[in-house]
């Protein structure tokens, strides 16, 4: 199967499925989140998805608030070798436990699962990942990613930090992790927002976002101190570059250009590399500053590529965030985070000036 392989023009879901090369059309895995803050209209668009011939009589996996296990039912619908779709339906959280369940998924000889392709059908807030796959679009039909996109492989992110019980806790991103400022405003829309008076109105959402969450992140946030220092990526890498210290109010690292709903790094889900940024300051006009090339792909940071290894460790205990799923981290804890030694195949739509960033960057 091509890894970039180009749409023909005229083709069916089935037909674009057939043209992969896989060992036949196995049944679709749909999974399902039913507590999304969108999940009526998304089980609409899930039934109205299944009248497509490649949707039809679908596995249906209905996530867990243990993620572990919506990843072991991902696991278990998989079969041995022909083509599946596997779509996200839901947020980004959602998305981010398919796509780590198909980043560990093997088959039968222990290798890594073959012919399984990703699609996401979002109708929520921002979609991170499906504005990625979709030329920034969150809310395209998947059907019509699959009939117009690209074939792409994509690399993610990942990063280990240690349980509060000493073990070692590895979660995927595809779009962006982080400590502080922006995983506080993460936590707030996963907790105490939700709960807002017509939250669940996309125009009162955005209300909200812009009234109550930007100064509530910057506000609730505090400076802290990260040593930050870069490895090889491999067991026991030497260290390459010297630690440094930072007081900062938010570190993050973005894997896609397509962050929130005005976010524009200059980083692509394409690209075999992780872009770092920072928030030093809580002074208005820095944050402004901040807000705006943040906006503009002007941001500064610095890129790893996939032989670095960036070792994190703040000096209090703190929140971080996966693709906007929020978690604590202790005092002193190291987060290791790096590329995934693992990849998803997934359709990918590209406004027409960057199609042809796919085959320059392979």
């Known amino acids: ?28 895995v749909l999974v399902f989140n039913p507590y999304a803050s969108s999940a009526g ?19 249906i996996v209905y996530t867990n608030v243990d993620p572990s296990l919506t990843i072991r039912q991902v696991h278990g619908a998989l079969d041995s070798d022909t083509t ?44 991170n990942l499906a504005a990625n796959l979709a030329g920034g679009n969150p809310h395209t039909n998947p059907l019509d990613v699959v009939q117009r996109g690209i074939l792409t492989e994509i690399q993610p992110g990942v990063v280990a930090y240690p349980s509060p019980q000493g073990e070692t806790i590895e979660k995927y991103f595809t779009t962006i992790m982080g400590l502080g400022a922006l995983s506080i405003g993460a936590k707030a829309l996963n907790t105490w927002m939700r709960r807002l008076p017509k939250f669940d109105n996309p125009r009162m959402r955005d209300i909200y976002e812009r009234t109550i969450l930007t100064p509530y992140t910057y506000l609730a946030g505090s400076k802290f101190s990260l040593v930050v220092a870069t490895s090889l990526a491999e067991p026991g890498g030497q260290t390459v570059a010297e630690a440094t ?41 820095e944050v402004w500053e901040w807000s705006q090339r943040i906006q503009s792909r002007t941001l500064p940071g610095q890129f790893f590529d996939a032989n670095k290894v960036l070792r994190l460790i703040p000096d209090r205990p703190i929140w971080a965030n996966v693709d906007g799923t929020h978690f604590p981290v202790g ?7 790096r590329l995934a030694e693992t990849s998803f195949l997934t359709f990918m739509v590209k406004p027409p000036e960057q199609v042809h960033d796919i085959y320059l960057a392979n």
């Open 84 to 127: 599946q779709m596997v779509v996200a339906i839901g947020g980004d959280e959602t998305a981010r436990q398919v796509v780590e369940a198909l980043c560990t998924a093997r088959d039968e000889h222990d290798k890594p699962a073959r012919n399984k392709i990703f699609s996401v059908l979002h109708r929520g807030n921002a979609g």
């Open 1 to 28: 199967m091509s890894a970039h392989q180009t749409p023909e023009a005229g083709l069916g879901t089935i037909e674009r499925l057939q043209a992969t090369g896989g060992n036949g059309i196995g049944r679709s």
């Open 245 to 285: 210290s930072v007081e900062i109010c938010s570190y993050d690292i973005a894997r896609a250009r397509h962050i929130g709903k005005h976010g524009n790094l200059p980083v692509d889900i394409t690209d075999h590399q992780l872009f770092a940024f920072i928030m030093g300051s809580r002074k208005p006009r």
């Open 41 to 59: 209209r998304l089980a609409v668009e899930m039934n109205r998805l299944q009248s497509d011939p490649a949707f039809q009589k679908p596995t």
């Open 331 to 337: 005092a002193n804890s190291r987060l290791e985070a």
